[in-house]
Every structure is written in structure tokens, then in C-alpha cells.
């Protein structure tokens, strides 16, 4: 447990300018050569014959051939231009804040941590509903674990809305929560991973709760 709890020397080196950088670049080189390069999945009934830009998102039925380097790669796969803009304007004006406060070492393993926990969770659930080809791309289940992370450092905190509304950090993101919850348990969501969202902000609660010893809901509601 000591070893779990063991905080980094603190260090601020920009890592979120880092991960911007890096979703950009590999969403320009899966639009510039992603579609032209082929990639094989063989299954033993099934022989799959996918772009690049699919064989690094997390798609459950590779995932079952041993393609578990997905659960990384597909954090930094984006589906279109509004997507990559949405998440990387998010970690850009949550992130900075959240790494500051915590040191780049602390920050990543964070990113990384929930991301990846983010991904298998939402792999654990396509598989047991059978959802065995559907794509998961998208930071977003990481991203929702920074803005959990903001709400808690930073519990008094205003955000502008679209720049117009108002709201309190906390407020904010249990807001997020629960519009990503009804669409999970209405099958109104679409195309939007939602249960992704809900598990990079529950896999971010669970890791202030052991790494930290904090607990959300307290900092949240301001009884810290």
C-alpha cells in the first residue's frame, strides 16, 4: 500500500502540450495514409480486412486475438475534426490546471491509467452485450477523468458553458456524469461512447480514493 501511495518528485514539463501534440499528429497521419494501409485480422471463422486508422482503435473481436496494444493506441484515434477539437480544446483548458497541481509524472500515470482502465471496462461490457466489432476511439474517457480531477482540485472554480453559462467546476462535471448516465440507460446515446465517459470519471474517482487517500464526493460538496 505504501508503495500504491509512493508520490513522484514533483516536476511540471508540459505533458499535456505533449499529448496534444501526439493526438494531432496521429490524427493527420491516419487521414493523410490510415485508409490506404491495410491491416489483416484473421479470427478462426472470419478473415477481416481493416485500415490502419480501425486496427489501432479498440474493436472487442481483436482485442480477442490478442491486439491489446489498443487499449493505449485508441486514446489518441479520433473519428473526425470536431471530435479531435472537442477533446483536445477539454484536456487543454482542464489539463494545465490539473497537471500543475499534481506534477507531469503524477499527471500521466493519471492520463494513462484511467484511459487504458477506461478501455478495458468498456471492452469487459461490448463483450458480454456482444458488441464484438464496434470501434472505440477518442480521449474522452480520460478527458472525463481530468475533469474530475479539475472539479477536485478546483471545487470553486467557474466554468463558462459554450462561454455563456455559468457553472461551478463540480457542478459541471456530476452534470456531464449524469447526461452520459441517462443516455447510457435510455440507448439514446448514438455514437457517443458514454460508457466510456462514465468509466474514465469512475476509474478517476477510484484512483484519487487509493493513490491519494481523497475522497471525491467531499471536495465536491465542500465538506473538505
Given amino acids: 500500500m505504501r508503495l500504491i501511495k509512493q508520490p513522484f518528485r514533483y516536476q511540471y514539463s ?14 493527420a497521419a491516419m487521414i493523410l495514409f490510415g485508409r490506404n494501409i491495410q491491416v489483416v ?12 486508422s480501425n486496427a489501432l482503435a479498440m474493436i472487442p473481436i481483436a482485442v480477442m486475438q ?4 489498443s ?3 485508441y486514446m489518441f484515434m479520433h473519428g473526425s475534426f470536431q471530435h479531435i477539437l472537442f477533446n483536445m ?14 506534477g507531469s509524472k503524477e499527471f500521466l500515470l493519471y492520463y494513462l491509467a484511467t484511459g487504458i ?4 471496462f468498456s471492452f469487459c461490457a461490448y463483450y458480454v452485450t456482444g458488441n464484438h466489432v464496434v470501434a472505440l476511439v477518442g480521449a ?6 481530468v475533469q474530475l480531477a479539475y472539479a477536485v482540485f478546483f471545487p470553486d472554480s467557474v466554468i463558462y458553458i459554450w462561454g455563456i453559462l455559468p457553472l461551478r467546476a463540480p457542478v459541471m462535471v ?21 460508457l466510456t465517459h462514465l468509466a474514465g470519471f469512475g476509474f478517476g474517482w477510484l484512483y484519487f480514493l487509493v493513490r491519494f487517500g481523497v475522497n471525491p464526493w467531499r471536495r465536491l460538496t465542500g465538506r473538505y
Avoid at 490478442?66 to 496494444?69: A, E, P, T
Avoid at 482502465?117 to 478495458?120: K, P
Fill in 14 to 27: 508540459g505533458v499535456v502540450f505533449w499529448l496534444i501534440g501526439i493526438n494531432v499528429l496521429v490524427y
Fill in 41 to 52: 485480422l484473421q479470427t478462426d471463422r472470419i478473415r477481416y480486412l481493416m485500415s490502419l
Fill in 66 to 69: 490478442g491486439w491489446v496494444w
Fill in 71 to 73: 487499449f493505449v493506441t
Fill in 89 to 102: 480544446f477539454g484536456l487543454f483548458i482542464f489539463g494545465v490546471h490539473v497537471e500543475r497541481q499534481m
Fill in 117 to 120: 482502465m477506461a478501455g478495458i
Fill in 140 to 145: 474522452s474517457g480520460a478527458l472525463y477523468a
Fill in 174 to 194: 456530476l452534470g456531464f456524469t449524469a447526461i452520459s448516465l441517462f443516455f447510457v440507460f435510455s440507448g439514446r446515446g448514438g455514437n457517443v461512447a458514454h
